[in-house]
Nanobody
Framework: QIHLAAAGGGSVQAGGSLRLSCEVS????????VGWFRQAPGKGDEGVAR???????HYGDSVRGRFTISKDAAKNILYLQMDSLKPDDTAMYYC????????????????WGQGTQVTVSS
């Protein structure tokens, strides 16, 4: 189990931007992905975006076109650039290095690391 610490959350108004980050492994195994998922009060877990070992991206329908996932290979930092934020994006965001995130699913709760809160006001 890998526990990652997400950072960069905050409070913004609708239409604003934030960039989340977390440190990931230098080399991602071929059957593992790195990515982001979120959990909002009263809602289930939602996969947001993921990057596989050959850096192919995949996004959830609700964020496609607004969020961008990327990795700085030199620093081993995974980013989530979030633009055009909406109140519905309000959630605790987590990063993951896991097979489950390849399918935009949250890993087992025992693998969750430190999340970062994103709050978007209207």
């Amino acid at each position: 189990q890998i526990h990652l610490a997400a950072a960069g959350g905050g409070s913004v108004q609708a239409g604003g931007s934030l960039r989340l980050s977390c440190e990931v492994s230098r080399r991602i195994p071929f059957n593992v992905c790195v990515g982001w998922f979120r959990q909002a009060p009263g809602k289930g877990d939602e996969g947001v975006a993921r990057l596989n070992s050959v850096e192919q991206t995949h996004y959830g329908d609700s964020v496609r076109g607004r969020f961008t996932i990327s990795k700085d290979a030199a620093k081993n930092i995974l980013y989530l650039q979030m633009d055009s934020l909406k109140p519905d994006d309000t959630a605790m965001y987590y990063c993951a290095e896991d097979r489950a995130i390849c399918e935009l699913k949250a890993p087992d709760v025992g693998s969750w690391g430190q999340g970062t809160q994103v709050t978007v006001s209207s």
